[in-house]
Structure formats: structure tokens, C-alpha cells
């Protein structure tokens, strides 16, 4: 496999960028979404928690990933941890009650935790010295403009109906199939018994 090329280097900047996108995609939604749930005691404080509540979770699920992943290879755990953020992430659309949507955004955060971890590992993995540098340069921009974009559709959905912005986390399922077409499972060293 050739890591330099551009579909290895694109597929991991588009997992990056759901890290980004877990956070802020939903802001332009919180006044609207207060306003349906005031039925519920503390709603306001519950819809504002809706939106930083993955980065709790994101922070439990990060420290286990990374045992889990060395056990069971990075892939087939990157590929669950995509079909996980489409579910948790999407599940402010589907549901209808405040507690079942923090639950979803728990998972999302749960979700992020884990392609979170996989993806630092695999540009471990395949990057080296200063190819590496580049590298993580070349995220952290792609990741900021992932974040203005994000939050512009966001926004703009936002417009339509609160719920609608929820719709955009099935992105990590349109990069399921460049995850297993171009990233490969790097080789790991047995142990010398």
C-alpha cells in the first residue's frame, strides 16, 4: 500500500474531520430545540448540554479504544465506530423524547472516541519523521476548515428545522467505503517467544 498517496491521505483527513464536526454541527439548533422541549424540568440546560456531552464521552471511549484496538486491529473497529456515528449522530432527527437524544449524542461522543484513536494510531502507522510532521500540519488545517463548513450547513439547515442539522452526521457513512477501499491493517511484530 502506498501511504503517500492522495486516497490514503484524503480518507484519513475526512475521519478527522467527524471529530470536528461531532461538536459543532448541531449550535445553530439549540434555540429552536429549547423552545420544543419546554415541557421538560431544566430543558435549557439539557438542550446545552446536548451539545457538549460527546466530548465527555469522547474522553472515556478514547482511553479504551486505544487497548481495544491493539487487540483487534484498527479497520474492522473503524469501520463499526463509522456506522455507530451515523446512528448516535443522526438520532436527534429520529427521536422524539430530549433523554434518548443526549443518549444518541453519548453514543456519538462513544463513536468519536474510537475513529478518534484509530486514525492518530494509523498516521503512526504509516507515516514516519517528517512525512509524519506534514501530516499532522496538514490535518489541523483541514480540520478547522472542516469546522467552518460544518458549522455553516449546519446553520443553514438549521433554517429548514431544528432537527434537520442531525441529518448531516450520515457523512461518516459516505466514508465507510473509502475507509476499507483505501486504508490497509499494518502489519503488527509477533513477540519473540
Known sequence: MN??????????????????????????SLPDMTRSFTHIPNSEGLVKLSLSFP???????????GIIIDR???????GIALVLYAIGGT??????????ILAGRALLGISVGISMT???????????????????????AVMSLAGILFITLGGFL????????FLLYFFSLLILPAAYLHLKEPKREREAS
Open 55 to 65: 466530548g465527555l464521552f469522547i474522553a472515556l471511549s478514547a482511553i479504551v479504544a
Open 91 to 100: 438520532s436527534g432527527y429520529w427521536l422524539k423524547d430530549l433523554y434518548g
Open 3 to 28: 501511504t503517500q498517496s492522495w486516497q490514503v491521505k484524503a480518507t484519513l483527513l475526512l475521519v478527522s474531520s467527524l471529530t470536528i464536526m461531532s461538536m459543532i454541527t448541531i449550535s445553530a
Open 72 to 78: 483487534t486491529g484498527r479497520l474492522k473497529l473503524l
Open 158 to 165: 438549521a433554517d429548514i428545522g431544528w432537527r434537520v442539522p
Open 118 to 140: 484509530i486514525v492518530t494510531t494509523l498516521v503512526a502507522d504509516y507515516y514516519q519523521g517528517k512525512s509524519r510532521q506534514q501530516f499532522a500540519g496538514l490535518q489541523i
